[in-house]
């Protein structure tokens, strides 16, 4: 990734903010891959996290002194579970929010995010799992009709890198309940056998 300190500082500030407000997170996308995966170059942070609108308003609150933020649609984000996106005044990373609902990924997701040292916090940050992250690459792979290469790579990615530490159990139960069981077995047959 290329401003890999800035990202990582970033990601720090990002994070230290959550955790003082207890909101549940998990740092997902390209950044997040590169720790399970083959690393990417990324120009955004995406972070999925578990907030209701109060707790929302409380967030943007915090989050406006530090950061630009299109205040009206990141509530209307965080009630209809969407995305929006907070810029700060002194990078050129953006830092995307995803607020989960009630869905199986996104309970997942939060539920087994693994916790992953990271210099400048404290305790580390919070990772969306190897599994987890397949499965949602999976489905934004599908959502996106298919055709991104750059999430299926992101795929193999981790297939390739995680091998036999791969949860495979979990990986196929899960994708048959989202209806993604076609697309990993077709991801487990492009990637081969495990490194």
Known sequence: ???????????????????????????GGSLASSFVGEPRATADIDVALMVDPPLGEV???????????????????????DAF?????????????FVLGAGLLDRRQIERRVLVPLPGTPSGVWVTSAEDQVLRKLDWYRRGGSMSDRQWR??????????????????HETARQAGLDDL???ALRDAGPPR
């Open 1 to 27: 990734m290329s401003n890999t300190s800035g990202a990582v500082t970033l990601i720090a500030r990002v994070v230290a903010i959550l955790d003082e407000l207890d909101i549940p997170y998990a740092l």
């Open 59 to 81: 967030l943007l609150e915090r989050v406006r002194p530090e950061f630009y933020v299109p205040v009206d649609s990141a509530r209307e984000a965080i009630r209809t579970h």
């Open 85 to 97: 996106t907070i810029l700060p005044s002194d990078q050129s990373l953006k830092v995307d929010l």
């Open 154 to 171: 992101d795929v193999l990615g981790i297939v390739l890198v995680q091998g036999d530490a791969l949860d495979l159990g979990y990986l």
């Open 184 to 186: 990993l077995d077709r």
